[in-house]
């Protein structure tokens, strides 16, 4: 088993034994939420905490807990700014 699938599937089952993350969770679910949460960065000033409020919703999503207050949310922004999170360095 590749490493990354390893990690993975070790997180998911950790998480699922001690009773913190739902049981329908599987691990192929946690790289498309990680692609998720990296989606919104460009809507937001990279020096901007808005983010927490993205990772709160997911972990809230994939909890078994109560859920938690979210952390404000950050101005949106509909294009990127030069210097703001882009997907690539040439900010293409």
Not at 10 to 23: E, F, I, M, P
Request: net charge negative; glycine share 6%.
């Amino acid at each position: 088993m590749p490493a990354e699938a390893y990690v993975r599937k070790n997180a998911a089952d950790c998480g699922q034994q001690a009773g913190l993350v739902r049981a329908d969770l599987v691990p192929a679910d946690l790289p498309r939420v990680i692609a998720m949460l990296h989606s919104v960065l460009w809507t937001m000033d990279s020096d901007d905490d808005g983010w927490r409020r993205y990772v709160a919703l997911m972990l809230d999503a994939i909890s078994v807990d109560h859920r938690r207050s979210l952390p404000p949310a950050a101005a949106l922004r509909f294009a990127p700014a030069p210097g703001s999170w882009l997907m690539d360095s040439d900010g293409a």
